[in-house]
């Protein structure tokens, strides 16, 4: 039941972008994403909600396609800062408060 | 100031041996969650509570047991019968399925 999530891995230079893809084979009714950095607690970054909404938070933003179950992250003029692992969470069954994550993407950005 | 507490830090584990971890949470969240984070497999849910005195099993419940007597406690037993404890465990609590709280991981060692 864990969502798919693509690449595995990305390497970038300060100030590129980058697309982090999030599926899952079952309907989605809401995704999270969240950071981890190394020996860190996931840190939340935004929750998508049905309906095909966009949102974003500084340089990084989000949209969700339901009919295609999937949501993307992109992250915009990339920083130091925004290395880490980032992973996205479904609630499988709609409506539950079942959480479940991908295996992450694990993102590194050299100066 | 409110948040999840996981203790203890580290944990090591005698082959046999049954231990607990530790989450605390003062956020009033109703949802609970434990998870256990392998290199390269994300976060995978072993259970999850929704409301006091009622839980349900993740992914990889096998081998794992917990209550929720009160609705700040959490806390999750690893048996004998889980054969490969060894892993960096996280909990978390969330509102209504919102934004999750992760507290900052119990790394547990089999030796």
């Known amino acids: 039941q864990q969502p798919v999530q693509s690449p595995q891995a990305v390497i970038l230079r300060e100030g590129e972008d980058a697309v982090i893809n999030c599926s899952s084979s079952?309907?989605?009714?809401?995704v999270h994403w969240y950071r981890q950095k190394h020996g860190e607690a996931p840190v939340f970054l935004m929750i998508?909600?049905?309906?095909?909404e966009q949102k974003g938070h500084d340089k990084i933003s989000a949209s969700f396609n339901e009919k295609k179950q999937q949501s993307s992250l992109y992250l915009t003029a990339s920083q130091l800062s925004y290395s880490g692992t980032y992973f996205c969470g479904t609630d499988p069954q709609g409506g539950s408060e079942k959480l479940v994550f991908g295996k992450g993407t694990k993102l590194t950005v050299n100066p | 100031d409110g948040g999840i507490t996981q203790s203890p830090k580290y944990l090591f584990r005698k082959e046999g041996q049954n231990v607990t971890l530790s989450c605390e949470q003062n956020?009033?969240?109703?949802?609970m969650y434990w998870y256990r984070q392998d290199p390269g497999q994300g976060l995978r849910l072993i259970y999850y509570?929704?409301?006091?005195?009622?839980?349900q099993k993740g992914d990889i419940a096998e081998g794992y047991s917990v209550s929720r007597e009160k609705k700040e406690s959490f806390p999750l037993t690893v048996t004998s019968a889980q054969k490969n404890p060894t892993a960096f465990y996280l909990c978390?609590?969330?509102?209504?399925?919102?934004?999750?709280?992760f507290g900052q991981g119990t790394r547990l060692t089999v030796v």
């Open positions: 079952k309907a989605l009714y809401s």
């Open positions: 998508l909600l049905k309906g095909g």
């Open positions: 956020l009033n969240h109703d949802a």
């Open positions: 978390a609590s969330t509102l209504h399925g919102t934004e999750a709280f």
């Open positions: 509570s929704q409301i006091v005195n009622d839980f």
